[in-house]
T-cell receptor
């Protein structure tokens, strides 16, 4: 089946630094990837839609200059949390779909970000 | 934005019991998906539904796409300890809309 790999699984950084999270589709080309954020005991909140070769589409309330998304190839999207603050601490999850149709989304294993 | 109403929010059951949870929406969906998430991991796809009325099974799991296209349910039969986790419904509102709307999740706890 489809596999989405996310790296790193955990990261601890100091306030003010930037952190990059990678999302790779391992056995298929993903024209579209999605980045979600999840707070403890809550559901997944869509942050942005990442389209290969074009600018990401951000959901309302998500700062595009804070959460930089780059989808440079059909198998890789990156999320960079810039100038991280403790309130950015969360579980970030990427997902990818094989095509633009009705294929299910497959999720990575998530990245636990802790900003100290 | 669109929200899915998932219930119940939590369930505490005995091993061997059957489980039922459901999701409803205020608008028509063209795809319903059910995921399971365990602590510290991403959601894993359990069942995908594409047609109104569709009933699909995956082992002890059965899910249905409601005929009104505004609801879906997931049943788990003869629960076992490894069924513990959070179950999320998710849906797509229209053909070609790839992003998913998620329910609030159902936290399943099983007493052995």
């Amino acid at each position: 089946g489809a596999v989405v790999s996310q790296h790193p699984s955990r990261v601890i950084c100091k306030s003010g630094t930037s952190v990059k999270i990678e999302c790779r589709s391992l056995d298929f080309q993903a024209t579209t990837m999605f980045w979600y954020r999840q707070f403890p005991k809550q559901s997944l909140m869509l942050m942005a839609t990442s389209n290969e070769g074009s600018k990401a589409t951000y959901e309302q309330g998500v700062e595009k200059d804070k959460f930089l998304i780059n989808h440079a190839s059909l198998t890789l999207s990156t999320l960079t949390v810039t100038s991280a603050h403790p309130e950015d601490s969360s579980f970030y999850i990427c997902s990818a779909t094989r095509d633009r149709g009705n294929s299910p989304l497959h999720f990575g294993n998530g990245t636990r970000l802790t900003v100290t | 934005g669109q929200q899915l109403n998932q219930s119940p929010q939590s369930m505490f059951i005995q091993e061997g019991e059957d489980v039922s949870m459901n999701c409803t929406s205020s608008s028509i969906f063209n795809t319903w998906l059910w995921y399971k998430q365990e602590p510290g991991e991403g959601p894993v796809l359990l069942i995908a539904l594409y047609k109104a009325g569709e009933l699909t099974s995956n082992g002890r799991l059965t899910a249905q796409f409601g005929i009104t296209r505004k609801d879906s349910f997931l049943n788990i039969s003869a629960s076992i300890p490894s069924d513990v986790g959070i179950y999320f419904c998710a849906g797509r509102e229209w053909q070609g809309a790839q992003k998913l709307v998620f329910g609030q999740g159902t936290r399943l706890t099983i007493n052995p």
